[in-house]
């Protein structure tokens, strides 16, 4: 039989709150082992599945940010010209900041899984919009994707300092 000093390291909270229980005896079935996945991110039991809806999250995140930033470079270039791409720029930080300041009060106020929810929800409602909007005429409308586009995926990116940090704390 191993003891769990062995196992987990000299240090280990587990020895002091399992070993000095009475009665209680500890054989190498009883010790759950990090998985060969897991353990080389720090991943420690139970943290598992909290892991991959963030590896998820995120994975969804880089994917539409790619998808759609062609299309929104596209639409833009092809209504506008590429010379007026420095002005859609000077729009997208004059929106940035409030907006900015906005989410941060409002991250900052509720509670961050609920955040993000409805922040999603609001994402894939607009992008369901302007599936819509797109059939209207005008010039204005690649101009409005451009900036709603580029808000949605820096409030998205804003999240996962905020996770970091919390998951940081264990």
């Known amino acids: ?20 229980l009475p009665g209680v005896e500890i ?10 996945v897991t353990a080389p991110f720090g ?4 943290e598992g599945w ?3 809806l963030f590896f998820i999250y995120f994975f969804i995140l880089a994917c539409s940010q790619y998808a759609v930033k062609s299309v929104r470079q596209a639409a833009f270039i092809d209504s506008w010209g590429a010379e007026q ?30 955040t993000i929810i409805v922040f999603c929800v609001l994402h894939g409602l607009t992008m369901a919009a302007f599936s819509k909007i797109f059939t209207l ?13 580029c808000e949605a995926h820096v409030d998205g990116k804003c999240v996962l300092p905020r996770l970091r940090s919390r998951s940081a704390k264990r």
């Open 85 to 114: 791409l420095p002005w859609v720029y000077l729009a997208l930080a004059l929106v940035s900041l409030p907006v900015l300041v906005l989410y941060t009060k409002i991250v900052g106020r509720y509670k961050l899984h609920r």
């Open 137 to 149: 005429p005008g010039r204005w409308v690649p101009i409005l994707f451009y900036v709603c586009v």
């Open 27 to 36: 054989d190498d079935r009883s010790i759950i082992r990090p998985s060969p």
């Open 1 to 20: 039989m191993k003891s769990l000093g062995s196992i987990f390291g000299a240090e280990s909270a587990v020895n002091s709150s399992i070993e000095d």
């Open 50 to 52: 909290i892991a991959w």
């Open 43 to 46: 991943i420690r039991a139970g």
